[in-house]
């Protein structure tokens, strides 16, 4: 297929080669150190900056020490030494951040070289562009005609300040543009907008489809700032729109008669590929009431006496006003429903609710009762029923699935260990290898029509081990375009892998935090139970951990974009298992003092975190990663979605609503995010259109 055929907005209009994006600037998230400031906000704003060198790895010595060399030879005028070792910094397979204690500024290892190279004089750029130049031509030549996305993105990642460069990173934000993705756009383009060596080429039309992306992204100021800027430097120049000439002046006006951009609703009976439903976790539909009629009914265990137990969880949960949110979540995927039950994997026809196929597990209730059988604390009905809560009520990672249409993808090999919360404060007692937790499981890929084993990897590092083996990983994977992002952690390390959808082949990874030794997997239950996932919205992918941190990455460009700490300070639930383990090696894992679900909601250019391991719903910039509020869980159970720059929280007794956004009038403090705005609090919340059916 031609270019014209496969990019035919990007041909007409530019007639360039297509790429990807990369980071203008990394902005850490935490207020960090200024002059004049009270002692009170200086020390926690050290806290902070102690919080990153814990949680955050930093580059090796050698990379550091590549940098500052580099930074002496541009000092020097030795551009040709300088622009070999910053090109070397750009073609590390992962990206570091980096923390300058002297400055207080954290970047991203990638962004700073990048930065270095275009603040070269022209004589450095024109070496570069010597040196480089053809090469990145070439990549460039060979990702277009062969329509390679990912090719592409790596011309922009590697070479962005060659002309190659400029035209591949022009046409992958026309590309967002065209995939309903205008945030992402902008951002894309922007990065050529601020340098007019680059802009200039492609004026004024880069300044209307930035203004376009701006505008369709809800940020009218800055599509008019673009705009205005344009007719400044280009007030004579022709500008041909959809066939029609106009001036720069009447192109705003046209741009204010439109609507900007909003996600359509999932039709009726459209597929549930994933947890919230999209990859941005907070997908709309437009469905109806439910009749209060059962169509059908598929028991969650197979045992009589299990089910029991289950009926018996669910009172008590009631009957203490602990209302908990199960963490099975079922999928839709064509007439398929595709959910866990206590031993099991199942798929049922949506219409009928017959089983169609399952694929079973090691039954780990089975084995808890045998374990339990053997204890001399304790008889065995009390750890099997600890076991069916934590499985069916706390353990999102056994209980979330994820698929893309053909393929269904769950964690397996997962141990349900309850030795630690009951004795991990005794170590006399003896720790029974049948329901011991484990430091690795599996990730496994089934054929939806069927229930085969396509592929799995992970599993066991001793005999025969399979590809990634040793790893845990720490939820369900993100399938997007062809590929899964999945989080997992091994020694220590919790890292990002993107694997081949269809064959689990590792196609490159990238280190997000390290975890402390006291807090290494068989010692935190919490983050085996938490079922992170990555969620993915204008180009951002945002990656909880569940380790008092969240990393963004630029996914185009595999460029970590920010990350964003938070203390062990506010979390403020206790452990309330029989036995009290140490403080700080444990915290509470009962899923109805935490938050429910700890998936990243992104909207209107925010993040909604949750954390597992924190009481604090935060609101997070998407593209900067600074904190704009936050506000206790209080009562809360999850965050149910973010609509009409509305955030709605779920709680045991109502529902609550925050603006995403200041809203006119409010008083807004410069240098320190506070407390959420509230919007409305009722039992029965405002509905002005549809209704709201929550869990």
């Known amino acids: 297929m031609g270019r014209q055929t496969r990019y035919p907005r990007v041909a007409a209009a530019f007639a360039a080669v297509f790429a990807a994006v990369g980071v203008a600037r990394t902005v850490w998230p935490a207020a960090l150190p200024a002059p004049g400031k009270p002692p009170e906000a200086k020390a926690a704003e050290d806290a902070a900056v102690s919080a990153l060198r814990n949680v955050f790895a930093r580059p090796s010595r050698e990379l550091t020490q590549k940098l500052q060399l580099a930074r002496q030879l541009l000092a020097e005028h030795r551009y040709s030494e300088a622009v070999g070792l910053l090109d070397s910094l750009l073609e590390t397979e992962e990206d570091h951040f980096l923390l300058d204690s002297a400055s207080g500024a954290v970047r991203g290892l990638r962004a700073e070289a990048q930065r270095l190279l275009g603040a070269m004089p022209r004589q450095g750029r024109e070496l570069y562009e010597l040196r480089y130049g053809a090469r990145a031509r070439q990549m460039l030549t060979q990702a277009t005609a062969s329509g390679d996305v990912q090719a592409l993105a790596e011309v922009s990642r590697r070479f962005f300040h060659t002309q190659a460069g400029y035209e591949a990173t022009l046409l992958l934000g026309l590309y967002y543009l065209d995939h309903d993705s205008p945030l992402a756009a902008a951002l894309t383009l922007e990065r050529l907008s601020v340098l007019p060596e680059a802009a200039e080429r492609f004026e004024p039309g880069l300044s209307v489809v930035l203004a376009t992306c701006w505008f369709r992204a809800g940020a009218k100021d800055k599509a008019q700032k673009a705009l205005e800027s344009a007719k400044a430097r280009h007030v004579k120049a022709p500008l041909r729109i959809a066939g029609e000439e106009m001036p720069l002046e009447a192109v705003f006006g046209r741009l204010a008669g439109t609507t900007p951009w909003a996600r359509p609703a999932l039709a009726v009976g459209q597929e549930w590929l994933s947890a919230r439903g999209d990859p941005a976790r907070n997908a709309p539909s437009s469905g109806e009431g439910p009749l209060l009629s059962l169509a059908w009914r598929v028991p969650t265990a197979e045992y009589p006496q299990i089910e029991e137990m289950i009926r018996e969880i669910s009172r008590s949960y009631r009957q203490r006003d602990q209302w908990a949110v199960p963490a099975l979540r079922p999928l839709v995927v064509g007439n398929r429903v595709l959910m866990r039950t206590v031993r099991n994997l199942l798929a049922v026809d949506l219409l009928t609710g017959k089983r169609v196929w399952e694929v079973p597990t090691d039954d780990p209730i089975e084995s808890l009762a045998d374990s339990a059988a053997d204890s001399p604390f304790q008889p065995p009905q009390v750890d099997v029923r600890f076991?069916?809560?934590?499985?069916?009520?706390?353990?999102?990672?056994?209980?979330?699935?994820?698929?893309?249409?053909?393929?269904?993808?769950?964690?397996?090999?997962?141990?349900?260990?309850?030795?630690?919360?009951?004795?991990?404060?005794?170590?006399?007692?003896q720790r029974d290898p049948r329901v011991e937790s484990r430091a690795f499981n599996r990730l496994a890929a089934f054929d939806v029509q069927t229930g085969k084993l396509v592929w799995h990897v992970g599993g066991t590092p001793d005999e025969w081990p399979l590809p990634l083996s040793g790893m845990f990983f720490l939820g369900p994977p993100l399938p997007l375009a062809g590929q899964l992002y999945v989080l997992a952690e091994a020694k220590g390390e919790i890292r990002l892998l993107a694997l081949d959808a269809r064959t689990g082949a590792l196609q490159w990874s990238q280190q997000l935090a390290v975890v402390d030794q006291e807090r290494d997997l068989p010692w935190d239950p919490l983050r085996r139970l938490a079922g992170v996932s990555p969620s993915y919205a204008d180009g951002v992918l945002v990656c909880p951990t569940a380790n008092h941190a969240v990393v963004a990455l630029d996914l185009a460009s595999r460029c970590l974009l920010w990350g964003f700490a938070y203390g062990e300070e506010e979390q403020e639930a206790g452990f309330a298992a029989p036995f009290q383990a140490p403080r700080g090696l444990l915290l509470e894992v009962d899923p109805a003092v935490r938050w429910a679900d700890s998936s990243a909601v992104l909207a209107e250019g925010k993040a909604l975190i949750t954390p597992p391991d924190a009481d604090w719903l935060y609101c997070l910039d998407l593209l900067t990663g600074k904190l704009c509020w936050k506000v206790p869980r209080e009562d809360n159970l999850y965050l149910a979605c973010a609509v009409d720059g509305k955030a709605i929280l779920v709680g045991r007794r109502g529902m609550r609503a925050y603006y995403l956004h200041a809203t006119p009038g409010a008083a807004e403090a410069a240098d320190a995010p506070g407390l959420a705005q509230p919007a409305w609090e009722a039992f029965r919340p405002p509905m002005p259109m549809g209704c709201w059916c929550v869990p």
Do not use: H, K, N, Y
Not at 402 to 411: E, I, T
């Open 387 to 429: 076991g069916l809560r934590l499985r069916l009520w706390g353990d999102a990672t056994f209980g979330t699935l994820a698929s893309d249409g053909q393929l269904v993808f769950a964690v397996e090999d997962l141990s349900l260990d309850v030795t630690p919360f009951t004795a991990r404060g005794f170590p006399f007692v």
